[in-house]
């Protein structure tokens, strides 16, 4: 009895022995156990799981560190294996990237994939950009996200909700201020016109910056005659005789002032501009702009009168006007003066009288002298005068010059009426 007790005692001693061993090995055990599960706390009954997580950070002092951790537990059913390796860089960029794999024996089977790169940069400009596809099956479900985040700001902003975009360019051209308008140059071409016709115009604007730009169809127009002439474009038209002043206006500018004679041309004669009856009249011989001898009143009297007519009827009244002059000028000198005086009507009298019997062409069908002595002495003053110069004449005898002499009475050239 004693040996049999001997021999449990011994057994159990050995037990013991074996025991703490045991216990000795479990407990190194259980501490992997719970590194593992601080890592990943993951307990599957009759599963397999993996994890590979890997984290980088950048230190701008260029410091690494890593840590590589590789347990292995196997229980009774399963393996867990953990690898993990970490390198920690401080940084203003941070880039992580987690892989997970899990697999679960059981009624489903999950299978999740995350990808995520992060990309944080401290400056103006951020881009973040959001993509993401999501598949799910009720037994089998696959997860996929794919995230990509890109932001802009401050200044340029790029918003992605389902593939939308906006931005902005802080460089686009913005509106110009136009510059200050100094000055208006107003020119024409000619500035003498006959009446009817038409000549340029131009406006050239003047900028405070140095530039310039033609502004005519841009001005107002000021005249001192707005009947005078019309302006269309860069053309102007005249419209009646007269002498002006021209100038344009710009906004609160206006240009330099340009006269501009507007005249009437007959027979290609320029006549001088219509005397101010006033000022004409209150003197005896009146106003003769072009100094030819003849008051402008009667000059221009006697070219609307016979421009229709053969041009000898404007050379015979023109030469009876400055006959007439000297009447007004030196009546007393009324016998001196006489056949100068009455040498317009011998010359009127041999081309509607006498040219035919010498063989020459009939031009003249009417006195032309008479009219104008009307129109020359229109004033009384002017009419006292003439009949002073006829008083002095009255009582004398005064011979009639010979037929083929009364020819030699025109002051002008006749041989270029002469076929």
Same mark, same amino acid.
């Given at each position: 009895?004693?040996?049999?007790?001997?021999?449990?005692?011994?057994?159990?001693?050995?037990?013991?022995?074996?025991?703490?061993?045991?216990?000795?090995?479990?407990?190194?055990?259980?501490?992997?156990?719970?590194?593992?599960?601080?890592?990943?706390?993951?307990?599957?009954? $009759?599963? /397999?799981?993996?994890? !590979?997580?890997? &984290? *980088? #950070? @950048?230190?701008? +002092? %260029?410091?690494?560190? =890593?840590?590589?951790?590789?347990?292995?537990?196997?229980?009774?059913?399963?393996?867990?294996?953990?690898?993990?390796?970490?390198?920690?860089?401080?940084?203003?960029?941070?880039?992580?990237?987690?892989?997970?794999?899990?697999?679960?024996?059981?009624?489903?089977?999950?299978?999740?994939?995350?990808?995520?790169?992060?990309?944080?940069?401290?400056?103006?400009?951020?881009?973040?950009?959001?993509?993401?596809?999501?598949?799910?099956?009720?037994? $089998?479900? /696959?997860?996929?996200? !794919?995230?990509? &985040? *890109? #932001? @802009?700001?401050? +200044? %340029?902003?790029?918003? =992605?909700?389902?593939?939308?975009?906006?931005?902005?360019?802080?460089?686009?051209?913005?509106?110009?201020?136009?510059?200050?308008?100094?000055?208006?140059?107003?020119?024409?071409?000619?500035?003498?016109?006959?009446?009817?016709?038409?000549?340029?115009?131009?406006?050239?604007?003047?900028?405070?910056?140095?530039?310039?730009?033609?502004?005519?169809?841009?001005?107002?127009?000021?005249?001192?005659?707005?009947?005078?002439?019309?302006?269309?474009?860069?053309?102007?038209?005249?419209?009646?005789?007269?002498?002006?002043?021209?100038?344009?206006?710009?906004?609160?500018? =206006?240009?330099?002032?340009?006269?501009?004679?507007?005249?009437?041309?007959?027979?290609?004669?320029?006549?001088?501009?219509?005397?101010?009856?006033?000022?004409?009249?209150?003197?005896?011989?009146?106003?003769?702009?072009?100094?030819?001898?003849?008051?402008?009143?009667?000059?221009?009297?006697?070219?609307?009168?016979?421009?229709?007519?053969?041009?000898?009827?404007?050379?015979?009244?023109?030469?009876?006007?400055?006959?007439?002059?000297?009447?007004?000028?030196?009546?007393?000198?009324?016998?001196?003066?006489?056949?100068?005086?009455?040498?317009?009507?011998?010359?009127?009298?041999?081309?509607?009288?006498?040219?035919?019997?010498?063989?020459?062409?009939?031009?003249?069908?009417?006195?032309?002298?008479?009219?104008?002595?009307?129109?020359?002495?229109?004033?009384?003053?002017?009419?006292?005068?003439?009949?002073?110069?006829?008083?002095?004449?009255?009582?004398?005898?005064?011979?009639?010059?010979?037929?083929?002499?009364?020819?030699?009475?025109?002051?002008?050239?006749?041989?270029?009426?002469?076929?």
């Amino acid at each position: 009895m004693l040996k049999y007790k001997a021999l449990y005692f011994s057994a159990f001693l050995m037990i013991l022995v074996l025991f703490g061993g045991c216990s000795r090995s479990d407990g190194s055990s259980t501490s992997e156990l719970t590194s593992i599960e601080d890592v990943n706390k993951s307990v599957v009954a $009759d599963s /397999n799981t993996t994890s !590979d997580d890997n &984290v *980088t #950070t @950048e230190n701008s +002092d %260029d410091i690494d560190v =890593t840590t590589d951790v590789n347990t292995t537990e196997r229980s009774a059913d399963g393996d867990v294996s953990v690898d993990e390796n970490a390198i920690v860089d401080n940084s203003d960029e941070v880039n992580t990237t987690t892989n997970e794999n899990t697999t679960v024996d059981g009624h489903d089977v999950v299978n999740a994939v995350t990808d995520v790169n992060s990309t944080e940069e401290t400056s103006n400009d951020i881009n973040t950009t959001v993509t993401e596809n999501t598949t799910e099956n009720s037994d $089998d479900v /696959n997860v996929a996200v !794919d995230e990509n &985040v *890109t #932001t @802009e700001s401050p +200044d %340029d902003l790029n918003a =992605t909700e389902e593939n939308a975009t906006v931005s902005t360019d802080i460089n686009a051209s913005l509106p110009t201020t136009p510059s200050t308008l100094k000055s208006i140059q107003l020119t024409l071409t000619d500035n003498r016109l006959n009446v009817g016709t038409q000549t340029t115009v131009k406006a050239i604007a003047a900028y405070a910056d140095r530039s310039s730009k033609d502004v005519t169809n841009e001005v107002v127009w000021i005249s001192s005659d707005a009947d005078a002439l019309t302006i269309t474009d860069h053309k102007l038209q005249t419209k009646k005789e007269t002498n002006i002043i021209l100038k344009a206006k710009l906004n609160s500018i =206006t240009s330099n002032a340009v006269a501009l004679e507007i005249y009437r041309s007959i027979n290609g004669h320029i006549l001088p501009p219509e005397p101010d009856p006033k000022i004409n009249n209150a003197t005896l011989l009146g106003i003769d702009s072009n100094n030819n001898d003849v008051r402008d009143d009667v000059e221009r009297w006697i070219y609307k009168k016979y421009k229709d007519k053969h041009p000898i009827y404007i050379d015979i009244a023109m030469q009876a006007g400055r006959a007439y002059k000297q009447v007004l000028e030196t009546p007393e000198r009324a016998k001196e003066i006489r056949e100068t005086v009455n040498a317009p009507y011998f010359c009127g009298s041999y081309y509607e009288n006498y040219a035919k019997f010498l063989n020459e062409s009939v031009l003249v069908h009417e006195r032309i002298d008479s009219p104008v002595n009307s129109k020359y002495f229109n004033t009384k003053e002017r009419s006292d005068v003439y009949w002073q110069y006829d008083t002095l004449l009255s009582g004398g005898s005064y011979p009639l010059p010979k037929i083929r002499k009364m020819k030699s009475f025109c002051d002008f050239n006749t041989s270029k009426y002469e076929e």
